[in-house]
Every structure is written in C-alpha cells, then in structure tokens.
Nanobody, 120 residues
Framework: QVQLVESGGGLVQAGGSLRLSCAASGIIFRINAMGWYRQAPGKRRDMVAT???????NYADSVKGRFTISRDNAKNTVYLQMNSLKPEDTAVYYC??????????????WGQGTQVTVSS
C-alpha cells in the first residue's frame, strides 16, 4: 500500500540540471530501499540510482558522476539531482520502493513516472 508520487521532471537543455523528488506515503515501515529507474520509448526500464535506509548508494554507469541520489527520511522523500544532462537521459523516470534493492524491479512499488526531456 505504499504510494509514490514523483515530481520535478520537465524540459531542459543539454548540460542543464533537474532535481526529481519522490514522496512516499502509506504503509512504508518495511521499506528499506528506494531508487530511480528510467524508461525511454521502446526500451527496458533500467535502474538509474538506488539508496538504502542506511544511506548506501548505487548508480548506473551511464549516470555515475552526474547524478546524485539522496533521501530525507523525516519527509519520506527521495531525490535525484541530475546535472550535466544529456539528450540520452531523456526518458520517463520512475520512483521505486521495496524491501531490498534486489526486489525493486519485480516486487517494488512504482510511482506514476515523470517525464524528463533533454534537448540538444
């Protein structure tokens, strides 16, 4: 019954920045991992970044050094700071929450997605 609502997407020029937010509500007591995935048209939904309740982070190679995931447990919110954006970052970005990182794709809760478009 975890509900996730993403915000912060939009249109930005290459080299620009965006900050995505994901607010969690509902029954979240067992949630230990949250993350961001993205899906471009005709492509697989791929992991972008994850973070555990303990603060451990993991990033896809394609965004390493450009994106930063963070959390604010008091606000039940996870963020994705995206810098030096490239046109290939264009996708719908989805927030995910699960008991473990390994369980995200298969059994995690998903947000509705927010569109990020990077123009060249």
């Amino acid at each position: 019954q975890v509900q996730l609502v993403e915000s912060g997407g939009g249109l930005v020029q290459a080299g620009g920045s965006l900050r995505l937010s994901c607010a969690a509500s509902g029954i979240i007591f067992r949630i230990n991992a949250m993350g961001w995935y993205r899906q471009a048209p005709g492509k697989r939904r791929d992991m972008v970044a994850t973070i555990t309740s303990g603060g451990s982070t993991n990033y896809a190679d394609s965004v390493k050094g450009r994106f930063t995931i963070s959390r604010d447990n008091a606000k039940n919110t996870v963020y994705l700071q995206m810098n030096s954006l490239k046109p290939e970052d264009t996708a719908v970005y989805y927030c995910n929450a699960a008991t473990t990182i390994a369980a995200m794709r298969s059994s995690g809760s998903w947000g509705q997605g927010t569109q990020v478009t990077v123009s060249s």
